[in-house]
């Protein structure tokens, strides 16, 4: 079993900015595909960012640009840097750990964008 759990959400004004955390137990986190999906009201989960074991990243086409998606595999962290946020990017986000096809959730950690 793996623990992931989120941090850093909160409330920030349009056009601010915001970095999440997500920390996963296991000694083999490097071997570990991990990523971001968020979860608005009335939606459905969708995905946000993910970055794979060798570093490879890839990024919803709404958050292209604005967010990054980083690993430490010392720290067993992944982090989520946000820039110039929207309204529509308020939800709760989640953090994916996924290994074998196995996936492991938080969760969540509520970011909210509103003046």
């Known amino acids: 079993q793996v623990q992931v759990v989120e941090s850093g959400g909160g409330l920030v004004q349009p056009g601010g900015s915001l970095r999440l955390s997500c920390a996963a137990s296991?000694?083999?986190?490097?071997?570990?595909?991990m990523g971001w999906y968020r979860q608005a009201p009335g939606n459905t989960r969708e995905f946000v960012a993910r970055?794979?074991?060798?570093?490879?990243?890839n990024y919803a086409d709404s958050v292209k640009g604005r967010f990054t998606i980083s690993r430490d595999n010392a720290k067993n962290t992944v982090y989520l840097q946000m820039t110039s946020l929207k309204p529509e990017d308020t939800a709760v986000y989640y953090c994916?750990?996924?290994?074998?096809?196995?996936?492991?959730w938080g969760q969540g950690t509520q970011v909210t964008v509103s003046s």
């Open positions: 994916n750990a996924r290994i074998t096809g196995i996936n492991f």
């Open positions: 296991g000694s083999i986190f490097s071997s570990y595909s």
């Open positions: 970055i794979t074991t060798g570093g490879s990243t």
